[in-house]
């Protein structure tokens, strides 16, 4: 399935890759091999970068920065459309490396390429409206505007559950904001990080730019904390873990660089007495077992009204019951396999605390046996608090698909509930109610606390078109839709004198 996707891409002889890899290559410091989630058995093997050749693509890329700035807003924007377009005539083949490397379902690993795709859309009209604002001077015969311009070579740091799509958040406003972009993929997921950057690079130097993409593979001590600390990198653009989060913040902000961190989510749905059950059992679902619950907008906890709960979690026992696990590459498979042997033992240990804080088990709990591929496979999971509500591990973001359940009577105490996570990344409310919705979404500020709100549809799965992203430990930066992109260029605000005579701001008299 790799080699014939990469080959369809034409990238079977890219330097990087070794589709064979030698016997001793797990002893092999200059390369990391990759194993598929579905097999659990290494399927290819990469070359590393060390110090001199992590110098070398930081160089390139200060280098190709100097000339991009320098191509107008809307022609970069032409660029990234050819870019868009090659992402949309190989949106099968990168599905595909996606579904080898980190097990995600066929659709899911091709919505992933839509997102890209999206974004890249996106970007290309964003190109024309790089818009500053102009303000009223306070002092005749004065202007004053302010004006986006270019930042410089971006370090974007991804995770293995969006191995592409976050790039291009990423790399695409990134680029028609007249940057360029190094990108340090997770080891989990570098292959597909190869042909995505590939891709682009490739498009990109067809049309005379050399090095607007750039990847960096590498160790955290050899390339991801050099990258942190590259003050070459004016802005660091990172998404995965909190404990990777509060490293980079802590680093980035030693050199007063700029951080923008996107980081995990223990994200709540409401279900109130009133909502739609059907509707919200089939959202939940999704949100909470797709991607076999590993994405930082997974559906962690459930928050039910107590006079529906009941009939709630039938609904959702039913469901789970039905979901077909397996190869994610098959038609039919809805939750494949986790991406490896670590997030197993993650998923048992959250269970197994679980029981011991009185939690029960309602569905699933174990790993779960697939006959012929012996991979990272559980069993999607729901589990239900103890009568007091009580249920510690429920703070914590175990990336699985567990789900554990809460009542409530009154929905201000779900509210609290729902925001008493250190994360503030997503959230959603079930109801028919008109003010409980806008209850929840507040304009004081009381209502949810996360970066994303939800009302009748699960925490996951949100359009390109918004910023993305949280609060709280979640880090607060927001990417992609929306005005994400001044995250990007740096803003400078011009006040002009044509009136001839000098006069000082608030009044001031200096003669
Ligand atoms: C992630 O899990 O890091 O909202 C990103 C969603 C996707 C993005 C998830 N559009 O679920």
Avoid at 176 to 195: E, F, R, Y
Avoid at 329 to 342: H, K, S, Y
Wanted: hydrophobic share 45%.
């Amino acid at each position: 399935m790799l080699r014939q996707a990469l080959t369809e891409l034409g990238l079977t002889g890219h330097s990087r890759v070794l589709l064979d890899p030698p016997a001793n290559a797990g002893a092999d410091s200059t390369l990391a091999l990759v194993h598929s989630p579905t097999t659990g058995k290494p399927i290819a093997a990469v070359k590393l970068d060390d110090e001199r050749s992590y110098n070398a693509a930081i160089g390139r890329s200060a280098e190709a920065f100097k000339r991009w700035r320098e191509v107008p807003a809307p022609v970069r924007g032409q660029v990234v459309r050819a870019i868009g377009n090659e992402f949309r005539a190989s949106k099968k083949a990168l599905g595909a490396i996606i579904t080898a490397e980190v097990g995600k379902i066929t659709s899911e690993s091709e919505g992933e390429v839509q997102e890209t795709i999206d974004i890249a859309d996106f970007a290309v009209g964003l190109s024309r409206q790089l818009y500053g604002l102009t303000m009223p001077s306070e002092r005749p015969g004065h202007a004053m505007r302010e004006q986006w311009l270019p930042l410089g070579p971006i370090g974007v740091i991804s995770a293995f559950n969006f191995p592409n799509a976050v790039w291009a958040w990423n790399a695409m406003l990134a680029a028609v904001c007249g940057d360029t972009t190094v990108w340090k993929p997770s080891l989990l997921a570098p292959i597909t990080a190869i042909a995505t950057n590939a891709i682009a690079q490739r498009v990109a130097s067809a049309m005379g730019h050399e090095d607007l993409f750039t990847l960096v593979i590498g160790r955290d001590d050899v390339v991801g904390e050099r990258l942190i600390a590259d003050a070459r990198l004016p802005l660091i653009s990172a998404t995965g873990s909190c404990r990777m989060g509060k490293r980079v913040g802590e680093v980035v902000a030693k050199r007063l660089g700029r951080s923008l961190l996107e980081l995990g989510g223990n994200n709540a749905a409401i279900v109130h007495e009133d909502a739609d059950l059907d509707l919200a059992a089939r959202a939940i679902l999704f949100a909470a077992v797709g991607t076999c619950g590993q994405r930082c907008t997974t559906t962690r906890r459930l928050i039910a009204h107590e006079k529906i709960a009941d009939a709630l979690v039938a609904r959702l026992v039913k469901a789970y019951s039905s979901v077909r696990i397996g190869d994610p590459a098959a038609e039919g498979t809805l939750v494949g396999p986790l991406v490896n042997a670590r997030a197993v033992e993650g998923f048992a240990a959250a269970v197994a605390a679980a029981k011991l804080q009185g939690g029960t088990i309602l569905v699933g709990g174990e790993k779960h046996a697939q006959p012929g591929l012996p991979g990272h496979f559980v069993q999607p999971t729901i589990i239900r608090a103890p009568a007091n509500n009580t249920l510690p591990i429920a703070s914590e973001e175990t990336f699985a698909p567990i789900l554990y359940v809460f009542t409530y009577r009154d929905p201000e105490e779900a509210i609290a509930m729902q925001n008493s996570v250190a994360q503030g990344l997503s959230s959603a409310i079930f109801t028919r109610s008109a003010g409980l919705a806008e209850r929840f979404l507040s304009p004081a500020g009381t209502g949810s606390d996360c970066g994303l709100a939800y009302v009748n549809m699960g925490t996951s799965g949100a359009e390109i078109g918004g910023a993305f992203g949280g609060e709280k430990e979640t880090g607060g930066g927001r990417e992609s839709g929306s005005d994400s992109w001044k995250a990007y260029m740096r803003r400078q605000t011009c006040t002009i004198n044509f009136s001839g005579k000098l006069e000082l701001a608030q009044g001031i008299r200096f003669e």
